[in-house]
């Protein structure tokens, strides 16, 4: 692995904006140290007349909808974080299942890949 300092910036700008998204629609978890939870940020201060039951529906749905994008996000970003772990440790580009080195388009393409490509899924 010839050029990990590339990888290393992409890999915190990526952390930054995975961060960013993450703080918009949840907060840390206060049980998990690497969890985050859903935040419903929206109110629903239409006043007393209005809250039929079609708004109460869209706000669960948008419940829903955010703890998938959290828990996507969330795996992200602790990808992220381990990939960044393994650069401290010398250990970053090496294939988690068969220790071989991670093709570099691989992770030009997904600087916090965890496998080979054989490996992958
Ligand atoms: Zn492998």
Redesign the pocket.
């Known amino acids: 692995m010839k050029d990990i300092k590339k990888f290393e910036v992409k890999l915190e700008q990526e952390l930054k904006l995975v961060e960013k998204e993450l703080k918009e629609i949840a907060v840390r978890s206060p049980k998990d140290p690497n969890g985050w939870v859903p935040s419903i940020t929206r109110e629903t201060d239409m006043g007393s007349d209005s809250a039929d039951s079609n708004e109460v529906a869209d706000e669960i749905e948008s419940l829903e909808e955010n703890t998938a994008i959290v828990s996507k996000l969330e795996a992200q970003y602790n990808d992220i974080k381990t990939a960044l772990d393994k650069i401290k440790n010398g250990t970053y580009g090496k ?1 988690e ?2 220790g ?1 080195d991670i093709q570099e388009d691989r992770l030009e393409a997904n600087p916090s890949a965890r ?2 490509i ?2 992958a899924g």
């Open positions: 294939c299942v068969g071989e496998t080979c054989s490996h």
